[in-house]
């Protein structure tokens, strides 16, 4: 009998024991508060790294495709991939090999011609986002379907055509003779390397909402998503309403900023306010605003 008197005695013991090192409500609500405090200071942090790391991968994409441009510049004359290079059967376009058909052969991926920060659409609407780009020399119409010839078949591939954006005053050159944007579309006539004075100072591709560039508007605003691509602020104007204002760090892709590759081959991130209008410049034209040279007879590039 006295020892069962022990054993139940131990057992309280035992049990009182449990109880004090048990934790409280208060202590319970104490650790969610601090938990709850670290994910608010780090969830950010986590979103910063992910974008810096998209940032990185975009730029590694550019370097990739400044390498194939080199090596398409080395191999044609030294000159540059046009907008374009149409088969013509009679009075018939077969196709348009842009200046993506014309380096993909010196890369071996489509896929560096992708953002993976740019916004993306239904990829189901070919005629929105994706270009139909057949293989070297291969009409169009041979392995791409579809109204407008927007899905491949046969070999094809797609490339995004509102994500980079190629450098308008570098896939065309008029020679002085002023033609209008529809006759060089058709009758491209690209730069020569011997034209650029400063290759590592005039932007070949950027991040862009449209794939042509002709004013740093579009790499600016490189996350508009409004149907209208070929608006462009103009410094000082008062955009529609709905339509990003200038320096709007809502549309641009990288931490504030854009990824821009240049005519030499490398590739380099620059903020958005470095992109804009230099105000010295203002009056010399559209084609000059930025504080970066687009155009090859930019005398800042003499």
């Not at 449209?210 to 410094?235: G, Q, S, W």
């Amino acid at each position: 009998m006295e020892n069962l008197k022990k054993v139940c005695r131990g057992k309280s013991k035992s049990s009182s024991v449990n109880r004090v090192n048990a934790f409280t409500l208060i202590e319970l609500l104490v650790v969610i508060a601090i938990i709850a405090i670290l994910a608010a200071i780090l969830f950010p942090v986590f979103a910063q790294a992910r974008a810096k790391a998209r940032q990185t991968a975009c730029l590694s994409n550019q370097k990739q495709i400044g390498t194939g441009l080199t090596m398409y510049v080395q191999d044609y004359d030294e000159t540059y991939p046009c907008i374009n290079r149409g088969l013509i059967t009679g009075n018939t376009t077969a196709f348009f090999m842009m200046w993506t058909a014309q380096v993909q052969p010196y890369i071996k991926n489509t896929q560096v011609f992708e953002c993976p920060s740019a916004i993306k659409d239904d990829k189901s609407a070919w005629d929105k986002d994706f270009i139909c780009m057949p293989p070297v020399g291969v009409p169009r119409g041979n392995v791409c379907t579809g109204t407008g010839f927007f899905i491949p078949i046969n070999g094809a591939f797609q490339v995004p055509w509102k994500q980079y954006g190629v450098n308008e005053h570098m896939v065309f050159d008029d020679d002085g003779t002023g033609r209008s944007f529809g006759d060089r579309i058709d009758n491209p006539n690209p730069m020569t390397l011997a034209k650029v004075a400063r290759p590592a100072e005039i932007p070949f591709l950027a991040d862009s909402s449209h794939c042509l560039i002709p004013t740093l508007d579009r790499v600016m605003h490189a996350n508009m998503t409004h149907n209208e691509f070929y608006y462009i602020v103009a410094p000082g104007a008062t955009p529609p309403a709905g339509y990003p204002k200038r320096l709007d760090p809502s549309v641009t892709r990288h931490s504030s900023g854009a990824n821009l590759l240049f005519s030499d081959g490398h590739a380099k991130w620059y903020s958005q306010g470095g992109l804009d209008v230099d105000p010295a410049r203002v009056p010399l034209g559209d084609q000059r605003w930025s504080k970066i040279p687009l155009r090859p007879d930019d005398d800042r590039a003499q």
